[in-house]
């Protein structure tokens, strides 16, 4: 079959490619409905990083955050119609002790191989799930509702028992994911955000309480904390974290940044704290967020972070997403009608 591919190749600039798509027994034919923009993408589309790395994987198909329904399946064991999410990560090897995630030969959707921005996706079986009770727009959310699921999931295995207070630092996409599911993990915790806009903050209802970074009491204490702030900012948040968590906490480190950022070894040495790289997810990490979706209640609370949801018919439509993506405070869906 004839598949149409929308690559990236250059910033701010998209082209239509037609490939021959083979049909395989070990893959399905998933038609994207919904997508979601990441800032990663946003990297991709804005030039923002090294040129070395622009010239090495442009052109590139963006988005691996995406559900859809399935076209076709040879083995029939999922239903023309059937809606299902879109898992990004593919791994290529087995491995008893290290998750699918973090295996440096697994292929990475809208990174190492193309993304979900085309017409049809040919995409292995074991790396779809099907969503029944979840609203598509929603779903579309997934992907980061299991990223936010595997670092807490590592939390679960590398913190201590005293967690009265676990304080979440960024108040954007991944802040308000982690703090929602944080708060659904650990009911009789304190859940506290931080963040720099109040206007966002006012968003975090389902939280204990929310702070702005600037106006922190010198006496304020958290056990363990999650970094959801990500570029040059993470250094000034984990230097906060780390002023701020009690000895022997639990920093989980969720924010992408280009370029290294300072820690202070010293402070982390002398209170004995414990760091943890965590990023992307895994098949087991979207079947809990599937099983947790079915609530409702969840749903509502995702859905209050999708700023918009834009139309794409022409591929100058996705252009437009990406522009209205960078003045939106949460979350840009992408309604996929090409």
């Given at each position: 079959m004839i598949n149409e591919i929308i690559k990236l190749i250059a910033p701010k600039r998209f082209q239509t490619f037609f490939v021959?798509?083979?049909?395989?027994?070990?893959?399905?034919?998933?038609?994207?409905?919904?997508l979601s923009i990441c800032a990663a993408d946003q990297r991709y589309y804005q030039?923002?990083?090294k040129k070395?790395?622009?010239?090495?994987?442009?052109?590139?198909?963006l988005?691996?955050?995406?559900?859809?329904?399935?076209?076709?399946?040879?083995?029939?064991?999922?239903?023309?119609?059937?809606?299902?999410?879109?898992?990004p990560n593919t791994p290529m090897s087995e491995d008893e002790i290290i998750k699918e995630n973090y295996r440096r030969d697994s292929k990475f959707r809208s990174s190492s191989v193309d993304g979900f921005l085309q017409n049809v996706v040919a995409i292995r079986r074991d790396r779809i799930i099907p969503i029944r009770n979840i609203k598509e727009e929603v779903g579309?959310?997934?992907?980061?509702?299991?990223?936010?699921?595997n670092a807490i999931e590592s939390f679960l295995q590398n913190c201590h028992e005293k967690r009265d207070i676990i304080g979440v630092w960024g108040c954007g996409n991944v802040g308000y994911i982690t703090a929602l599911l944080l708060k659904i993990y650990f009911s009789n915790s304190k859940i506290i955000v931080l963040g720099t806009r109040q206007e966002k903050l006012n968003y975090f209802s389902f939280v204990d309480d929310t702070k702005l970074i600037s106006q922190l009491d010198a006496d304020f204490k958290v056990d363990h904390a999650f970094e959801c702030v990500g570029g040059q900012k993470s250094e000034s948040a984990v230097e906060q974290i780390i002023d701020c968590i009690n000895p022997q906490g639990t920093i989980s480190l969720m924010g992408v940044s280009e370029e290294p950022i300072a820690i202070n070894t010293r402070m982390v040495l002398e209170k004995g704290l414990k760091l943890i790289g965590d990023s992307r997810s895994g098949?087991?990490?979207?079947?809990?967020?599937?099983?947790?979706?079915?609530?409702?209640?969840?749903?509502?609370?995702?859905?209050?972070?999708?700023?918009?949801?834009?139309?794409?018919?022409?591929?100058?439509?996705?252009?437009?997403?990406?522009?209205?993506?960078?003045?939106?405070?949460?979350?840009?869906?992408?309604?996929?009608?090409?």
């Open positions: 021959e798509e083979e049909i395989k027994e070990e893959n399905v034919m998933v038609r994207p409905t919904y030039g923002l990083r070395e790395i622009l010239d090495k994987k442009l052109p590139l198909t988005i691996h955050e995406a559900v859809g329904e399935v076209l076709y399946d040879p083995k029939g064991k999922f239903k023309t119609g059937e809606k299902v999410v879109m898992i579309s959310l997934l992907e980061l509702a299991s990223v936010s699921i098949y087991e990490d979207f079947e809990k967020a599937v099983e947790l979706l079915q609530d409702e209640t969840i749903q509502d609370y995702l859905f209050n972070i999708i700023s918009e949801t834009i139309q794409v018919n022409q591929i100058n439509d996705i252009q437009e997403a990406f522009e209205h993506d960078v003045t939106n405070d949460f979350k840009t869906v992408i309604k996929w009608n090409l």
